[in-house]
């Protein structure tokens, strides 16, 4: 049964912008990205929206809701009643382009910087060995769709653009606790995350984590795991002393 939404809509460009009101029809089994559409389609054409898939694994419609970063298309109707206000509003940590739309090209400037798998240099591809524990581990990273939702919601870089520059966020984190753990890399980058990519500004709250639509649990599983890797080498007096007597 169909009944007429209140939405509140950002509209506006990287020179400013203001919330709009609108009233939209809504039917049953929607999700927020249809209503947008609708309101394309009827009331605001030149609404601007990122969106590919609507099936949740694009990570193209990120946006917050109601203040909380989500995927537009994810996100049903029936979990708000139907006269609560809903404000729709692009991300946050990201420069606004037009209405929902972002630029998101902090994250491939940093996903550059990470040093690519790196596996041992007589190793031939046929010959790649793995145990089933490691390609599961890795397997859940590789969930990610890079909404970047994790990466606004995580306010190291949301409060503090001043970080931007220091601070890889928790997606690239995840990358290199990824490949850290990878069996067959034998690349460092430990150094990398603590002093290039601010491992040590990450505290921990998971805020990224919550917000993952794939579940990842991107603190438990790859973030703390990370921490203690680089703290058993900054840290350990054993690993300490290894590192000496192997340099000599």
Known sequence: MGYDAKFRV???DQDGGALEDFTVEVNEGEVVLDIIHRLQATQAPDLAVRW????GKCGSCSAEVNGRPRLLCM????TFEPDELITVTPMRTFPVIRDLVTDVSFNYEKAREIPSFTPAPDLKPGDYRMKQVDVERSQEFRKCIECFLC???CHVVRDHEENKQAFAGPRFLMRIAELE????DVADRRELAQQDQGLGLCNITKCCTEVCPEHIKITDNALIPLKERVAD???????WLGNKL???
């Open 233 to 239: 080498k900054k840290y350990d007096p054993l690993v």
């Open 181 to 184: 753990m990878h069996p067959l």
């Open 246 to 248: 192997f340099r000599r």
């Open 10 to 12: 950002w509209r506006g």
């Open 75 to 78: 996100t049903r109707m029936s």
């Open 151 to 153: 990466q606004n919601t």
């Open 52 to 55: 590919n898939c609507k099936a």
